[in-house]
Antibody, heavy 120, light 108 residues
Framework: EVQLAETGGAVIQPGGSLRLSCAAS????????MHWVRQGPGKGLEWISL????????DYADTVKGRFTISRDNRKNSLYLQMNSLRTDDTALYYC?????????????WGQGTLVTVSS | SSELTQDPAVSVALGQTVRITCQGD??????TSWYQQKPGQAPLLIIY???NRPSGVPDRFSGSSSVNTASLIITGAQAEDEADYYC???????????FGGGSQLTVL
């Protein structure tokens, strides 16, 4: 059974930094591109970043480019998101998401999310 | 443009058929996926690659596409289908991923 478990969410002040982690199990992690998708309170889904299976091939949404860094450790079956220069509009539930075998934009497994609140 | 447009609210009578649409220039080129999200839950993939249904998703859900519009069709809507539905595809450059704004489905 595929499982994705995000951790690292917290309440943080504007301008601060935070690192999110996602522990993956139940599939061959290194074979799949992984993504982060977020959802602001009462808002829709927003894709923010992807990293391909081998670690090369990374992309970001314009809203986080230059502030967020995605990475992965295939030995630990883990995905990460380093978030710097946080702003109040980064407040959201952050989901770790696995691609379907057919590639993106097909996302077949989602974690339960970790909540990031940026507030002074 | 690099946007996907959905009607914010859609309603359907119990047992009837409803079409939820997603419009965008990139849909002329790239496939669409659809997600169902109920309150307090993570999104669930219900249609991938425009027309394919994952195992376990009821066959009353189907997907189609024409020109720049993708559609999610629910044939014989049930009370448990009341949820938010999001379309997803690539942006016009093909490098990034975009979601529609979501459609809140009410089953009357």
């Amino acid at each position: 059974e595929v499982q994705l478990a995000e951790t690292g969410g917290a309440v943080i002040q504007p301008g601060g930094s935070l690192r999110l982690s996602c522990a993956a199990s139940g599939f061959t992690f290194k074979k799949y591109s992984m993504h982060w998708v977020r959802q602001g309170p009462g808002k829709g889904l927003e894709w923010i970043s992807l990293i391909r299976g081998g670690g090369g091939g990374i992309d970001y949404a314009d809203t986080v480019k230059g502030r967020f860094t995605i990475s992965r450790d295939n030995r630990k079956n883990s995905l990460y998101l380093q978030m710097n220069s946080l702003r109040t509009d980064d407040t959201a539930l952050y989901y770790c998401v696995k691609e379907h075998d057919t590639g993106w934009p097909n996302f077949d497994h989602w974690g339960q999310g970790t909540l990031v609140t940026v507030s002074s | 443009s690099s946007e996907l447009t959905q009607d914010p609210a859609v309603s359907v009578a119990l047992g009837q058929t409803v079409r939820i649409t997603c419009q965008g220039d990139s849909l002329r080129v790239f496939p669409t996926s659809w997600y169902q999200q109920k309150p307090g839950q993570a999104p669930l993939l219900i249609i991938y690659s425009t027309t394919n249904r994952p195992s376990g998703v009821p066959d009353r859900f189907s997907g189609s596409s024409s020109v720049n519009t993708a559609s999610l069709i629910i044939t014989g809507a049930q009370a448990e289908d009341e949820a938010d539905y999001y379309c997803c595809s690539r942006d016009i450059s093909g490098n990034l991923i975009i979601f529609g704004g979501g459609s809140q489905l009410t089953v009357l």
